[in-house]
């Protein structure tokens, strides 16, 4: 009885947390039924994580400009701009990819720091600032793709990050190798990192939840790591563009729970003046958060034209409108100061979930959008009514 | 039915567990001047909240009875409508709008579905007479001073056939000029026939101006005091609000050790560019180690604006003169060159730009000083919590835990954190301004006690303060301000009310 009551209060705390990943196995559920077990097929879930990937590093970027009371609206075509200049850089330069890459992602985080600039030193509202940039780089990806049109890009190693897959050393029983090792290594990492923090948090005398709902919570997460390493290592195993995905999320979910600079960040983002007053240096935080969703719009721009394996005129269209709501079903508020880098990535999950079903089931893209707006609709309002709630 | 305008009986109300009002009684009589006191979180505007319809009928238990029947209040609109209005600390005006805008919006005068402005116009001079003020209604409602602009409430007020009128911490906002020309209306419209409710912590305010006094604590009904049976005096007030007596609010320090000059300014001006005006002229300022130093003067004396520019000038004034700390001199650049120095601001406004409203207890203590709870950047956690462990308990914050969101707790825990959150920057010199405003006497105390306990331990504190009562009770010297220009320096031995007034005047 103790046990249920625990869970009860947890559930009804963490509502907005839980009610995500909830909706995002409700949609794969329905998907899955609907399609006999199509939707979770092991190719099906490999292609909507690749093609996830660039969105939810926008989404990632773009929570945290949202977190400081901004918004970017450029992303989207400076992606297009940034991965029409890499293509650009390895057909007609010449360059390895090597070099283009940190190129690329040093001129993101240029783009960025600009924005920043505007916005920060110059006061220029972060709307106004960025759709000028927008507009600015949809001339300059017209501009530079005007002569040749679409860029094919014939460099397997660059074109890997989109479409490629990690070695997999050895094929046990249809499975990959590697990528199980992976999964079984991160599911380890993730345990021994909730028991050192449980021990740590015994340690100090903190509360921590019980024995019994710990380990429901541990084999539960682990058991739905193993559960996607399975289904994509029955495919071709991890891709480049989830590993990609996958180190963004965990390096920006150090860098905002655990780091002086993450703190600062949601600080100016939940009262800037009183961050002010408190020391941060607003103007600083700002360029920050502005250089690194410019350098994420690079890692997007790279991880899109690598899929397309080309650079084309239109490259960008409206990454930034979904990486706004994938960033708004994940739980950012607008007023500022609150959403998670995890919460992001659900959020560009279950958008792309919607897509990837929907297309499986024939649905039109006409109703396609209109079901995506309801959606995004449904989780602003849940937002809304269970803050209400608690406040 | 017994002169009552207005009864409450056995009102109970609970947030998720919690009670914050139990049978609390309260009855006020046509015609009168009703206060309602009680600490903070004692359950006052809680019961506003019932009586006006924020708390919809049904979600308390108990009757509101009001002129002779049973009210049913199932939102704001409806409490107006039978003519109890109540007006908030935060005044509700739109700041671009006129002042004839302000006091029709959303009761406009028309003509068949057309706003009639010049009808507007003629009600709102009349509505302004009412309340005694001498302003064009043309005028925007940002060009008032705060005190005019609650005028302008009151005049909204008067426009809805207000009965009974409520006025949240009406004066916490205003100088002792604008106080008493409120208190005065008051009187004015009790003559007019208004009853008026008041929810004040200014003692002397009630026991000028109250027939009746009802104490709140602890979400109870304690008493109701009658100014006619002369029950309205300060002990009875304080002896009913904190459930004990206090002897002395102002905790006497043993000893005093007063040392070298700490922070030193010369001929010290700003200029604000977006004002077009100086802000500060020519002042000269000391603060020794080991003293209280208090600063007085009336609202807008340049008071905040000379604490903001000796730390690291966040409004972009052009400063001139000099600014020594420990004998250096210091250019700052920024809040966190001056924190460096240990020069520490505790801000007038804790809610608008003191505190991490959204966050909790912990990350607010910890905020202006992070990196001493981290290693490289990275925060260590264990350890950051059990630092704000130990400022939560020094500063007698009371809540549940350290992960409460700061939003939720009462004004004097708001000022404790508030307070914690730079004492674990380790100052050398604390600047306090208002440190008092709008909490409770026990939370007062608590404060002072703190105050008392940093100087014993070699720290400086300069406190800015309009209450006059603190600024005497607590300083070991007194400097006046006024129009941004020191007025005067008083040791503390030759500082009264009176020779304050007149500098602060001048």
């Known amino acids: 009885m103790e046990f249920i009551n625990e869970a009860r209060t947890l559930v009804k705390e963490n509502i907005r947390d839980y009610g995500m990943y909830i909706a995002l196995f409700v949609i794969m559920l329905t998907f899955s039924i609907m399609t006999d077990g199509l939707f979770m097929s092991s190719r099906n879930i490999s292609n909507l994580l690749d093609s996830t990937g660039y969105i939810a590093v926008l989404a990632v970027g773009m929570t945290l400009v949202i977190v400081i009371r901004h918004i970017d609206l450029s992303v989207g075509f400076a992606a297009g701009f940034l991965g029409a200049i890499a293509a650009i850089l390895l057909t007609k330069m010449g360059l390895p990819v090597y070099v283009t890459i940190p190129v690329i992602l040093m001129l993101g985080i240029f783009i960025g720091l600009f924005n920043g600039l505007l916005i920060a030193k110059y006061a220029i509202p972060s709307f106004v600032a960025t759709l000028a940039g927008m507009l600015i780089f949809r001339g300059a990806l017209l501009q530079v793709t005007e002569k040749t049109g679409t860029i094919i890009i014939k460099d397997d190693a660059f074109n890997a990050i989109g479409n490629g897959f990690i070695p997999s050393l050895m094929i046990v029983n249809g499975l990959h190798l590697l990528s199980l090792i992976l999964g079984l290594l991160s599911i380890l990492f993730y345990i021994y990192s909730e028991i050192s923090t449980r021990r740590n948090k015994i340690k100090y005398q903190f509360d921590v939840v019980s024995k019994g709902i710990f380990t429901i919570k541990l084999v539960f997460v682990s058991a739905i790591i193993a559960y996607v390493t399975w289904i994509l290592a029955g495919y071709n195993g991890f891709s480049w563009t989830v590993v990609i995905m996958l180190l963004v999320v965990v390096a920006y979910h150090f860098l905002t729970t655990k780091t002086v600079l993450g703190r600062h960040i949601y600080a100016v983002g939940s009262n800037p003046e009183a961050a002010h007053l408190s020391g941060i240096n607003v103007n600083k935080i700002t360029y920050m958060v502005f250089g690194s969703m410019g350098m994420l719009a690079a890692l997007s721009g790279i991880l899109f034209t690598s899929r397309l394996q080309s650079a084309t005129t239109t490259a960008g269209t409206l990454f930034e409108l979904d990486a706004i709501a994938a960033a708004y079903v994940g739980g950012v508020s607008s007023a500022g100061g609150v959403g998670k880098v995890t919460g992001a990535i659900i959020g560009a999950i279950v958008m792309a979930s919607l897509s990837s079903g929907m297309n499986l089931l024939g649905v039109g893209v006409s109703m396609q959008y209109m079901i995506r707006g309801g959606v995004l609709v449904a989780a602003v309002l849940f937002d809304v009514i269970t803050r209400k709630k608690r406040g | ?506």
């Not at chain 2, 409770?440 to 404060?447: L, N, P, S, T």
């Open chain 2, 1 to 506: 039915m017994s002169g009552y305008i207005l009864e409450m009986n056995e009102i109970s109300k609970a947030f998720t567990g919690v009670k914050a009002l139990s049978n609390v009684n309260f009855k006020v009589r046509k015609g009168e001047i009703h206060c309602l006191i009680g600490e903070n979180g004692a359950g006052k505007s809680t019961l506003m909240k019932v009586l006006s319809g924020v708390y919809p009928y049904g979600t308390y238990e108990g009757d509101i009875v009001f002129e002779g029947s049973v009210q049913q209040f199932n939102k704001i609109s409806d409490s107006v409508q039978t003519g109890i209005v109540i007006i908030y600390q935060e005044l509700a005006l739109f700041p671009d709008l006129t002042v004839y805008e302000n006091i029709f919006v959303g009761n406009e005068v028309k003509r068949g579905n057309l706003v009639d402005w010049n009808q507007t116009i003629a009600e709102a001079k009349k509505m302004l007479k009412r309340v005694g003020l001498d302003v064009n209604p043309e005028t925007l409602v940002k060009d008032l001073s705060v005190g005019k602009q609650q005028l302008v409430e009151i005049a909204k007020a008067l426009s809805k056939d207000v009965k009974l009128l409520i006025l949240d911490e009406p004066t916490a906002a205003l100088n002792e000029d604008d106080s008493e020309n409120l208190l005065k209306l008051l009187g004015e419209l009790k003559k007019q026939g208004i009853t008026s409710i008041m929810i004040s912590h200014k003692l002397k305010e009630v026991i000028s101006i109250a027939d009746q006094a009802t104490v709140l604590r602890d979400g109870k009904t304690i008493c109701t005091l009658d100014a006619s049976k002369g029950e309205i005096s300060e002990n009875m007030i304080i002896k009913n609000m904190v459930g004990r007596d206090i002897d002395d609010i102002y905790p006497k320090r043993p000893h005093k050790k007063i040392g070298k000059t700490i922070l030193e300014l010369n001929n010290w001006s700003a200029y604000s560019t977006e004002l077009a005006r100086h802000v500060l002229k020519n002042i000269d300022f000391h603060v020794k180690k080991g003293e209280i130093v208090g600063i007085a003067g009336l609202m807008g004396s340049g008071r905040t604006e000379l604490a903001l520019s000796m730390f690291g000038n966040p409004k972009n004034y052009k400063l001139e003169g000099q600014l020594k700390v420990s004998g250096v001199e210091k250019t700052f650049k920024h809040t966190s060159d001056a924190i460096k120095s240990g020069i520490a601001y505790v801000t007038e406004d804790r809610k608008g730009d003191g505190l991490f409203l959204i966050q909790d207890i912990k990350n607010n203590i910890t905020a202006a000083n992070l990196n001493e709870v981290a290693d490289k950047g990275i925060i260590n956690e264990n350890e950051e919590v059990k630092r704000a462990t130990e400022y939560k308990r020094s500063m007698y914050i009371k809540a549940s835990s350290l992960e409460q969101t700061v939003g939720n707790l009462s004004g004097g825990n708001q000022q404790k954190v508030s307070l914690g959150k730079w004492l674990f920057v380790g100052p050398k010199l604390l600047i306090l301004d208002e440190p008092t405003r709008g909490i409770d006497v026990g939370a007062k105390f608590e404060i002072y006690t703190i105050m008392n306990q940093l100087i014993s331990e070699g720290m400086s504190i300069i406190m800015i303060s309009s209450e006059l009562g603190e600024v005497l009770g607590m300083s070991d010297r007194v400097y006046v301000m006024a129009e941004g220009r020191m007025k005067g320096e008083l040791p503390i031995e030759e500082a009264n009310q009176e020779n304050i007034m007149q500098l602060a005047t001048q």
